[in-house]
Structures are given as structure tokens and as C-alpha cells.
């Protein structure tokens, strides 16, 4: 599994309505092969947004970017950002939520107990 953890910088006054339009996409999501999507706001300030994204493949990701709604919510969300951006790609190895309940090695490989 293919992760992804962003984040992103509001201009002041705009963060509901960024977070906003990146939920407002979520319902497409799962059948593009979207296992987890959670958007969450900075508890120290007012500008921060962070996205936390678990997807089968990287290619699944990958090709969201290029559907319609996804290039639109972009689009909105662009002019309301300051252009500071943090990102950071992983391996998913388990966890709560994303299907593989039990730990296991970047491989796939359960460890043995």
C-alpha cells in the first residue's frame, strides 16, 4: 500500500474553505482505490491543513490527480493557498483502518511472534 501525508498552508481566513473542497471529493475516493482520506486542521494555528492518504498502489493515486473533480478541486483550492506545501511518501504496513490489521515488513511479511 502506497501512503501519503501533506500538508498545506491557507491564506488567512480561507482554511474552512479549503478543507472544505478537499472533502468534498471524498465520496469518489474508495473505487479509485482510496483506503483511508482524512483531513485534519493544525491546533496551532489558523492556516494549517493536513492530509493523510493510504492507497492500493501508487498508481492509484497517481491517476486520481487526473480525474475531472480532482483537477477542479484543485483548481478552486490553488488561489487560496499560500504555496507552502509539505509532503511525504511511505509504505503503509499496517494499521487500524487500513485493512491489515497486524504489522508486517515494507514487503508484505508478517513478523513472527
Not at 14 to 21: C, F, Q, S
Request: glycine share 12%; proline share 4%.
Amino acid at each position: 500500500m502506497f501512503g501519503y501525508i501533506g500538508s498545506m498552508k491557507a491564506k488567512p481566513g480561507h482554511r474552512d474553505e479549503v478543507v472544505a473542497i478537499l472533502l468534498s471529493g471524498v465520496d469518489g475516493l474508495r473505487k479509485v482505490g482510496c483506503e483511508l482520506y482524512v483531513v485534519g486542521v493544525s491546533a496551532a494555528d489558523d492556516v494549517t491543513i493536513w492530509v493523510s492518504e493510504v492507497w492500493q498502489t501508487r498508481e492509484a493515486h497517481d491517476a486520481s490527480l487526473q480525474l475531472p473533480e480532482t483537477r477542479a478541486a484543485i483548481g478552486t483550492a490553488m488561489p487560496l493557498l499560500t504555496g507552502e506545501f509539505t509532503s511525504q511518501e511511505t509504505v503503509v504496513v499496517g494499521g487500524l483502518g487500513v485493512g491489515q490489521e497486524s504489522r508486517s515488513d515494507p514487503n508484505g511479511v508478517a513478523p513472527s511472534v
